[in-house]
């Protein structure tokens, strides 16, 4: 066969799967990521050293991307609609298929971060249509002390961008764990390791009293180290387990300092046992460190 014949079915089959892959999914959902792709693009502008945009139009921004996301992910298919072109956005799906989180943040002047948030959740596979849930960071004002114990909704977020979604099925309740990462301010960064359930009525509810250690029960896991410092913080399947690394100060003169935290090289886990996550210290994990989806800081 001539190679110009070949070329041409080549570029007939991909014009065929490429109608194939658009002809399945409403035409709006195009144009609203269209529209999506040129905020984020604004948002994350950065010249050669820095990212440009002062923090109105970094809120502006945000605020039209909220409520396009609104819109579009009321339409019918938008659940299983990738998204691709959107590279700013986290994208999660869980692996039952039953829940996607979206979210993204943007770093103000002084180190302060704002996180931004959607849920979408249904309960059948066969269902098109997805209850969405717009999530609002209300980090500020939740006492820092005290949020490891609190059950927030949607409207009380402790914001994160999350990287990981593990379903959970329990015969009383099901939940799902997300681990996120957090930026707090302009000296510390944080994992967050919360709880996502729905009561009877469909709410959703974050932060469920199931992390257990020697000395206390919370529903939440927040781990504070220094900016300069990386954690890792992952769920490894093979052993059913939140694995991360334990973090130490500098010195003992910064306890509870801490900017001033970071690895050790040694490792803990909180392990599933019947209805509980068990903490285990000092663990042998295989292979323990992955590289983590962190979003983008502008």
């Known amino acids: ?30 144009d609203s990521e269209a529209k999506l792709k040129i905020w984020f693009d604004s948002l994350f502008s950065r ?43 986290g994208k999660l799906a869980s692996s039952d298929s039953l829940l996607r989180v979206f979210s993204w943040n943007i770093r103000l002047k002084g180190g302060k971060y704002i996180f931004y948030g959607f849920v979408l959740y249904r309960n059948h596979l066969s269902s098109n249509i ?3 849930i717009e999530l609002t960071d209300k980090t500020d004002s939740l006492p820092d002390n005290e949020v490891e114990n609190l059950t927030l909704s949607g409207k009380q977020w402790y914001g994160a961008s999350y990287y ?3 379903p959970v099925n329990e015969k009383k309740q099901k939940y799902y764990i997300l681990i996120g990462w957090k930026g707090y301010n302009a000296y510390v ?26 000395q206390k029960t919370v529903k939440r896991l927040i781990f504070s180290h220094s900016l300069k410092a990386s954690m890792s913080c992952r769920y490894d399947e093979s052993l059913d387990a939140i694995i991360f690394d334990h973090l130490v100060p500098a010195s003992n003169i910064y306890q509870g300092m801490y900017e001033f935290y970071g690895p050790n090289g040694t490792y803990d886990a909180y392990f599933k046992r019947k209805n509980m996550w068990m903490l285990k210290e000092d663990i042998e994990p295989k292979n ?3 590289k983590n989806e962190l979003p983008s800081k502008n």
Do not use: C
């Open 1 to 30: 066969m001539p190679i110009f014949y070949m070329k041409y079915l080549i570029l007939i089959s991909f014009l065929f799967s490429f109608y194939l892959s658009t002809a399945q999914y409403n035409r709006a959902l195009f």
């Open 130 to 132: 997805a209850k969405v």
């Open 189 to 214: 960064n944080r994992k967050v390791v919360d709880v996502l359930f729905f009561n009877k009525k469909g709410k959703p509810l974050f932060g469920k009293n199931i992390f257990k250690s020697e």
């Open 47 to 89: 010249n050669e050293t820095r990212y440009t945009l002062p923090d109105s139009k970094k809120i502006a921004f945000s605020d039209s991307i909220r409520h396009e996301l609104v819109s579009v992910l009321n339409i019918e298919d938008a659940f299983s609609f990738p998204f691709d072109s959107l590279t700013k956005l």
């Open 164 to 166: 990981q979604i593990i």
């Open 288 to 290: 323990p460190r992955k």
